[in-house]
């Protein structure tokens, strides 16, 4: 079966690195969303734990009960208010109008709209909105940089956004409020604030700085193999037709499994440099034999590179059944 290795020292390490810019352990809110992004959430989240972060973010309710046991603090990132909010969490004020919805006493952070304009409360307002939280538990407040990845301006005029939208915050309570607007990009951009915690997601895995080691492998096992004599044809439409004779061999991951369907144009190569020949299959893919397993990518960015998407995007369509081991 096909499966996926996670390297445990290479995410220490990264965990380090991170944790040494952001100013410690405690610092950290590490995003586990999206089965941490593809990664393998509940396998990764006990040596997280151990490494001292006891801060995490999910998507929803189903992924903060999967993490519950390990950590003390779950902030739910996409939560549509039910009025049977857990305790327990900590929940994303997204959209101000939906707060009468939520149950009394629901742990918040609100999400500050500093220009993004995709979810949160705007500068404007966010004094009125404080006024209306009522029964609500405010600890905290939030912003995501749109292009902190980028050299524009954006960056700079949210930071100061978010700056104003403390100093709002801080005058209209007297609690001590956790704050955070850094993300990974962020954090390897610039000095984060001592006043904030840092978010980060992707860079945690070995994605966004030089420095840091890439943790998951994706492999795949041999299911046959045969001679492909020269003029013959394989897989679906014999878009790959042998100029040679060739010794190939079948593997058992397709796009079923979550990868990008390849349509057998273009020459998109495996690990080892082997490229894939005809048309991905949606349980199995073909190529020239070698052995009983290859390494499908250990670098994202080369399978993104060819599809013309983003790393993230073919980490997190990887299916949650394929089996992964620490190592």
């Not at 070995?206 to 890439?214: A, F, I, Q, T």
């Not at 037709?241 to 495996?270: C, H, M, W």
């Not at 949606?282 to 790393?311: K, P, Q, R, Y």
């Amino acid at each position: 079966m096909s499966f996926i290795t996670l390297d445990t020292k290479a995410y220490r390490y990264n965990l380090s690195c991170i944790a040494a810019k952001a100013g410690g352990y405690d610092k950290l809110i590490c995003v586990f969303k999206d089965n941490a992004y593809g990664h393998g959430a509940n396998l990764l989240a006990p040596i997280t734990r151990a490494c001292g972060v006891n801060f995490v973010a999910v998507k929803n309710e189903s992924e903060a009960y999967q993490l519950e046991e390990h950590f003390d603090n779950i902030l739910i990132l996409s939560h549509r208010p039910t009025g049977e909010e857990n305790p327990k969490f900590i929940y994303a004020l997204n959209e101000p109008s939906t707060l009468t919805q939520f149950k009394k006493n629901t742990r918040i952070h609100l999400k500050i709209d500093t220009n993004m304009h995709r979810n949160g409360v705007n500068l404007e307002n966010l004094e009125k909105l404080l006024k209306e939280l009522g029964c609500l538990n405010l600890e905290g407040a939030f912003t995501h940089f749109m292009a902190a990845d980028e050299l524009d301006a954006s960056y700079f005029a949210q930071k100061r956004n978010f700056q104003k939208a403390k100093e709002t915050i801080r005058n209209a309570t007297r609690k001590t409020l956790l704050f955070h607007s850094f993300n990974s990009s962020a954090l390897f951009r610039g000095q984060m604030p001592q006043d904030e915690l840092c978010r980060v997601g992707l860079v945690q895995f070995g994605y966004g700085d030089g420095s840091l080691k890439k943790v998951l492998k994706l492999y795949a096992q041999k299911l046959s193999s045969r001679e492909l004599k020269k003029g013959q044809g394989i897989g679906y439409g014999g878009t790959y037709v042998a100029d040679r004779s060739l010794k190939v061999a079948t593997y058992d991951l397709g796009y079923a499994d979550g990868l990008f369907r390849y349509n057998g144009k273009g020459q998109l190569k495996l690990a080892n440099g082997k490229e894939l020949l005809g048309k991905m299959s949606m349980d199995s893919f073909s190529c020239e034999d070698s052995g009983e397993e290859i390494c499908v990518f250990n670098d994202a960015n080369l399978w993104a590179e060819f599809f013309h998407t983003i790393n993230y995007e073919i980490l997190v369509k990887l299916h949650p059944s394929i089996k992964r081991i620490l190592i």
